[in-house]
């Protein structure tokens, strides 16, 4: 694909996303989920006027493409994100079997203005031991039982 | 606090989880979120019935809780998981800033009935070149001034 086809789709991501910060809708990013050439999802970040630390740029596209192709999975997609993705947003990626990551600033650019991503990448890849974040395992009587369950489940829908 | 304690906020959490696998809602998964010894928000994993698989029970229990509190911010709340929250829930964790997980199910578990948590893990620690995701960075005109006009954004609410 040449940079033509690659900035067709950035450049909806781009306009979006400064779109957002002037309606102060949240940070300066935007993302756009592509099949077969088409737009089937779009997205901005959107936590301070949803009050959802979840909805970034890059999880707002995903279940906008979901609601509209009315499916969990997006594999043979390819997301196109103003920046790279956030650890949470690229397991997203994962989750929903997107196919292609395509971004232009980095986390480290990301960093530089005062978010987090980079921070989050380095604990993730932690021990729970080490981390900042208090961890705690707990037993409980139905852990094993409710994994049972799904295990026997004969009726279920894997994902 | 004791074991009692945490346990009530356990059982809110499992008795969703199951009912959540019996309706078809989704996988095996609840979480509470609790604040001063209250409950501020609930959550079940619903990627199956919202066609979203962003839905996972610690998503679901965090928009919860901002809805129901009217702020992204969670600070000096508490999460009671099933189980182990994968990174796109971890990472969630971290940008809601709660302040302490708690859960029962661990990653390795998960993956033994069918869940791919710790793959995720595996994928997000490596460079991005190494990941099974090809991971393309691209130049665009307009990147670094939309996090210019973020930087020098007078109003801005930072999150």
Redesign the interface.
């Known amino acids: 694909m040449s ?1 033509d086809f ?2 067709r789709f ?2 909806i991501a ?1 306009k979006a ?2 779109a957002s ?1 002037r309606s ?1 809708k ?3 990013f935007g993302a756009v989920i592509v099949k077969d050439g088409h737009v089937i999802g779009n997205g901005v970040n959107s ?2 006027s ?5 909805a ?1 740029a890059e ?1 707002m596209a ?2 906008d493409a ?2 509209n192709i ?5 594999e043979g997609s390819v997301i196109y994100s ?3 993705p ?3 947003c ?17 986390k480290v ?2 960093a ?3 978010f ?1 991503d980079h ?3 380095d ?3 932690l021990p729970s031991e080490y981390r900042n ?8 009587p ?3 039982k ?2 049972l ?3 026997n ?1 004969e ?5």
């Not at 949803?50 to 979840?54: E, K, L, W």
């Not at 009315?70 to 997006?74: E, G, K, R, T």
């Not at 974040?133 to 409980?140: N, R, S």
């Not at 009726?155 to 994902?159: E, F």
């Open positions: 940079e690659h900035h950035l450049d781009f996303a400064f910060v102060n949240g940070g300066p936590v301070i949803n009050n959802d630390p979840t970034h999880i995903i279940r979901c609601r009315a499916n969990f999975d997006l103003t920046c790279e956030c650890p949470m690229l397991s997203a990626i994962y989750w929903a079997n997107i196919s292609e990551v395509y971004y232009c600033s980095t650019e990301a530089e203005i005062g987090r921070h989050i990448y604990e993730l890849s974040l208090p961890f705690h395992k707990l037993d409980h139905q852990a094993a409710l994994f369950e799904w295990q489940k009726d279920k829908t894997p994902y």
